[in-house]
């Protein structure tokens, strides 16, 4: 008896949704409207694509609260931060802290993964750029939130 009124539910949700469907057909005019728009903002968009920047993360940066010297460097858009000194653990130097950073859709952030040694596991990251001395690096571990600052080494 359950199963059988189940089964009724179901068929008058399917019949009801392709009654819906019905009343929502789009003519073909305006569907060519639509996609002819779509080609020129397109066409539009991809002019307007001016390659990336990356100079200004590029170089060697020092945490602010922590003895570790970061190098970040891109190879096709697409940038890492391998550490080149730890004062306290010399056996982190070569390892990589910073990794997959990308320009985000915001063009005033960068998305990427930070290495977090206290819980041995790498975390999503949001880095901005403040200026040409000052990265701000914000991570996100279950409630806990972090910023991380690094500031550029000057030789």
Same mark, same amino acid.
């Given at each position: 008896?359950?199963?059988?009124?189940?089964?009724?539910?179901?068929?008058?949700?399917?019949?009801?949704?392709?009654?819906?469907?019905?009343?929502?057909?789009?003519?073909?005019?305006?569907?060519?409207?639509?996609?002819?728009?779509?080609?020129? +903002?397109?066409?539009?968009?991809?002019?307007?694509?001016?390659?990336?920047?990356?100079?200004?993360?590029?170089?060697?940066? %020092?945490?602010?609260? %922590?003895?570790?010297?970061?190098?970040?460097?891109?190879?096709?858009?697409?940038?890492?931060?391998?550490?080149?000194?730890?004062?306290?653990?010399?056996?982190?130097?070569?390892? +990589?802290?910073?990794?997959?950073?990308?320009?985000?859709?915001?063009?005033?952030?960068?998305?990427?993964?930070?290495?977090?040694?206290?819980?041995?596991?790498?975390?999503?990251?949001? +880095?901005?750029?403040?200026?040409?001395?000052?990265?701000?690096?914000?991570?996100?571990?279950?409630?806990?939130?972090?910023?991380?600052?690094?500031?550029?080494?000057?030789?």
């Amino acid at each position: 008896c359950y199963l059988n009124w189940r089964r009724k539910a179901v068929v008058f949700r399917m019949e009801t949704f392709q009654k819906y469907l019905n009343t929502m057909q789009i003519q073909k005019p305006k569907l060519v409207t639509l996609g002819f728009l779509f080609l020129l +903002l397109g066409a539009a968009s991809s002019f307007a694509d001016v390659p990336l920047d990356t100079s200004k993360l590029e170089g060697q940066w %020092k945490m602010s609260d %922590k003895p570790i010297w970061v190098d970040i460097n891109f190879t096709e858009e697409v940038g890492q931060g391998q550490i080149i000194r730890h004062e306290n653990d010399p056996s982190a130097v070569g390892k +990589l802290l910073l990794s997959s950073i990308v320009k985000d859709s915001d063009k005033n952030f960068w998305n990427g993964f930070i290495y977090v040694p206290q819980l041995s596991r790498i975390h999503p990251m949001k +880095l901005s750029h403040i200026d040409s001395q000052e990265i701000n690096i914000r991570v996100k571990v279950g409630f806990i939130k972090k910023t991380v600052i690094l500031y550029r080494v000057n030789d």
